[in-house]
């Protein structure tokens, strides 16, 4: 929420100062880019470089639906990403001025077409899933040694949440990803769209809610980190940063990321143009600029989420490339799941059964 | 002549600041969501003319509003958080305007200036460092601890205390300033006559002062209540996801679903609680000008 609110402030007056051609703006997800880039950005094109950041999909496609945001490159996920394709949010890409596009992976183009057929408007930067990130430590402490860590019992079986309860158990503020995860638990569709079937996951997540501490979507990461809690529903690469911080701070903290045995949701972060973006020219030279296979894999290197560029590849360092965490093996890839955008009429009622579950009114 | 130019200053103003926003905001309240950019269908366009408006009118974002519990019961409780934080802060300012009014003339403008320095920085900064200050492991706590007061941390940040104090502490100046205004004008000589004529101090205060400055008391109070009934920030940073309020609703509707048509009678809705206060406060205000004149 914190964050939301800077970048708001922050986008409401980028949006008066607007239109300046030398400059390119770029707005993407927090903690989600190694920021010497940004600087090696700007000595490569003598463009200036304004970067936002945002940690919820609800306060870009705002944006992008208001119109006039004065951003040149955003980066909504997979089923926000279609729904504003729609609304005629984004411009094509003229590929032309692309020529890095030859190094991204064909896997990931294929999965990412089901938002953006053809990819016509969008280019994948990473992609993930969203599981559990845990203290491993701690969590071994509470349930004992052969507790089974990748299940999604820890976040939703009211007996096991409650005994979690005290060492702090985060969820994330992100309706759309946890009303498919309840239902995958239930063994439900993840991605239906039945009002009757999505309100089947509200009794689930009210025998747990007095024991979640709170929704937030990026506060777990240090959460992680600095052991201030136990478990959190975080993205895969958010989890893993956290690892690794824990591990630079030397707190004994061991922070792990599992996707759910249960089946996980698959993501994609894609980055477009607007279709009012000021300068869609430095807008092109910057989605080209991250399609370079160097500077691909030194953002997934420092973020720890896989992307969508095959050429990358070979420079990902190993604890990247050779974690199942990242790069899945192909039993998990199976065992991923993805979700398709909600109407209007389904939406309000995932948003109000999520008011009523955090609420409780 | 010059006479209707100033007459129309105030009015140029209300008009490019209050009715033309509204107006916009009330005609998407009246409008259908749509998958489009902005995601709603006007309802009326000057090409179909006023009639086609008027034949298609419904106020069906606004019967919506009433078919779930949700609105009203955060109205309510933006209600009572308004109400009770106006309280509160009458509470805490009152003694501080009363203390800066009673003080040596030369130190007046030096505490007036103390008052008002916080405005030099961002409010949203002070908001924030409100959650140093409340956390689990924050300055109060260690504090507390420190002094053996209590021996385990107080669970004060996500909670409706911290929207509370957040907001007397952010609307703590408005309060103060009128109050102080109005104790400033205050006759000492009839304090001394009060004195004179057989009261306690505290009697003097409540029979004499007290009633003098209900004038500022009142200005003061709109000056916080107005602002706290419609607050999302202060919630959003220092209160729970239990704090319910209306600008949080607002949100919701705007952003996860949305549905502009359905925020924007949300939004006239809570205006018209609102009027009803602010036109109090002119009709003080106005009583009170002319009790001067």
Redesign the interface.
Known sequence: ??K???TT?AGVALAATSAMAEEVRVYNWSDYIDESLLEKFEQETGLELIYDVFD?N??L??K????GSGYDVVVPSGTFLQ?QI????FQKLDQSKLPNAGNLWDVIEARTAQYDPGNEYSINYMWGSTGIGLNVGKVKEILGEDVQLNSMDLLLKPEVVEKLADCGVYFLDA?TEVVPMVLQYLGEDPDSHDPDVIAKSEPVLAAVRPHIQ??HSSEYINGLANGDICVAMGWSGDVLQARDRAAEAENGVEVAYYAFAEGSLMWFDQMAIP?DAPNPDGAHKFLNFIMDANNMAAASNYVYFANGNLASQQHLEEDVIGDPAIYPDEATLENLYTTTPYD?KV??VV??L???I???? | MRRWVLIAVPYLWLLALFLVPFVIVFKISLSD?A?????YIPQFSWDDGIWAFLRELDFENYIFLTT???YW??YLSSLKIAVFSTFLTLLVGYPIAYGMARAPEEWRPTLMMLVILPFWTSF?IRV?SW?GILSQEGYLNQILMWTGIISTPLTIL?TNTAVYVGIVYTYLPFMILPIYAALDRLDGSLIEAAEDLGCSRFQAFWLVTFPLSRNGVIAGSFLVFIPALGEF?IP??LG?????MIGK?LW?E??????WPVASAVAVVLLLILVVPIVLFQRNQQRQAEAEQ
């Open positions: 929420m914190k939301i609110l800077f402030v919820s609800e306060v496609e705002t992008m639906l208001a119109g729904r729609m609304a005629g949010a309706p709170k929704f279709v209007p939406q309000r948003t109000r999520w008011t009523k955090k609420s409780g009114t | 969501v998958l489009a950019r902005p995601p779930d519990s949700l019961k955060a949203l924030y959650m996500n920030v959003s940073i729970g996801s239990k704090t319910l609703v919701e705007f952003f996860s679903n949305r549905d």
